[in-house]
């Protein structure tokens, strides 16, 4: 493919590139990661079709365009039904100091006008630094196109000096959300462990660290302080499932 005299241009050389990507991930089997490659190289593909006159030329690219959407469509089709079969299974790697992952970044592929219903089980929204994760997670909840109307969080009782603090802090967040039209349940436990995030239309997250996976940053006013993209992470991994029913806590 790259020696087809498309790469003449930033938009063919592109196009060129990501596809070469696409096909050695679906050689890989890593057919999730392909299938982003395969739509963002159509796309490329479709703009190198716009700007070109020459009728051979886009009688060729016509016929690209047509192989890689077949291939496209096939990965989708037999990623919808691992969905459906409960077996979708994709892994994020964030490394040490990484930057890129804020709590939209991460999750706004997973969020659609379905979603009305969210779990959360980390037993680290305790400390003042956690509150403010839970709380920009639940705002992110409240911009995206979904319509939630009920968060379940289940997290661990802080035993210490900061146990006012954490009810205090979730108990505003709670009247907060309700002025939104949103019902937050929190319950408490002294063995959660696991960490994981569920919606209600099937998809499930389960991040190393839970949300508390961003760096301090260096100063109030570094980059980074308030837009997360930009705020370095500590290394993780993050694990994300399709399951056709959601469970209760």
């Known amino acids: 493919m790259a020696k087809s005299g498309m790469a003449q241009d930033p938009e063919s050389t592109a196009a060129v590139t990501v596809l070469k990507r696409a096909v050695e991930l679906d050689s890989e089997s890593r057919y999730p990661q392909a299938?982003?490659?395969?739509?963002?190289?159509?796309?490329?593909?479709?703009?190198?079709?716009?700007?070109?006159?020459d009728n051979t030329k886009r009688c060729n690219l016509r016929e690209r365009i047509s192989?890689?959407?077949?291939?496209?469509?096939?990965?989708?089709?037999?990623?919808?039904?691992?969905?459906?079969?409960g077996k979708y299974?994709?892994?994020?790697?964030?490394?040490e100091n990484a930057t890129g992952f804020s709590y939209e970044s991460l999750f706004r592929e997973y969020l659609n006008e379905t979603v009305t219903e969210v779990w959360i089980e980390d037993p680290y929204i305790r400390h003042t630094h956690q509150l403010y994760n839970f709380l920009?997670?639940?705002?992110?909840?409240?911009?995206?196109?979904?319509?939630?109307?009920?968060?379940?969080?289940?997290t661990s009782l802080d035993e210490g000096s900061e146990q006012v603090q954490q009810s205090r802090g979730l108990k505003e967040i709670e009247e907060s959300l309700r002025s939104h039209g949103v019902l937050l349940e929190v319950q408490y436990s002294s063995s959660i462990?696991?960490?994981e995030?569920?919606?209600?239309?099937?998809?499930?997250?389960?991040?190393?660290?839970?949300?508390?996976?961003?760096?301090?940053?260096?100063?109030?006013?570094?980059?980074?302080?308030?837009?997360?993209?930009?705020?370095?992470?500590?290394?993780?991994?993050?694990?994300?499932?399709?399951?056709?029913?959601?469970?209760?806590?």
């Open 67 to 85: 192989k890689y959407m077949d291939r496209a469509e096939n990965i989708k089709k037999y990623l919808d039904q691992e969905k459906e079969d």
């Open 197 to 249: 995030i569920r919606f209600n239309n099937g998809w499930m997250i389960k991040i190393g660290r839970g949300l508390d996976y961003f760096k301090k940053p260096q100063s109030r006013f570094s980059l980074g302080y308030c837009d997360f993209d930009l705020r370095p992470c500590h290394e993780t991994t993050v694990d994300i499932f399709h399951k056709k029913h959601t469970k209760n806590i």
């Open 35 to 53: 299938l982003v490659c395969y739509q963002e190289g159509i796309d490329l593909l479709l703009q190198v079709l716009k700007g070109t006159k």
């Open 89 to 95: 299974h994709k892994q994020i790697k964030i490394e």
């Open 136 to 154: 920009r997670f639940c705002e992110m909840l409240i911009k995206r196109p979904c319509k939630v109307k009920t968060i379940h969080l289940l």
């Open 193 to 195: 462990h696991d960490r």
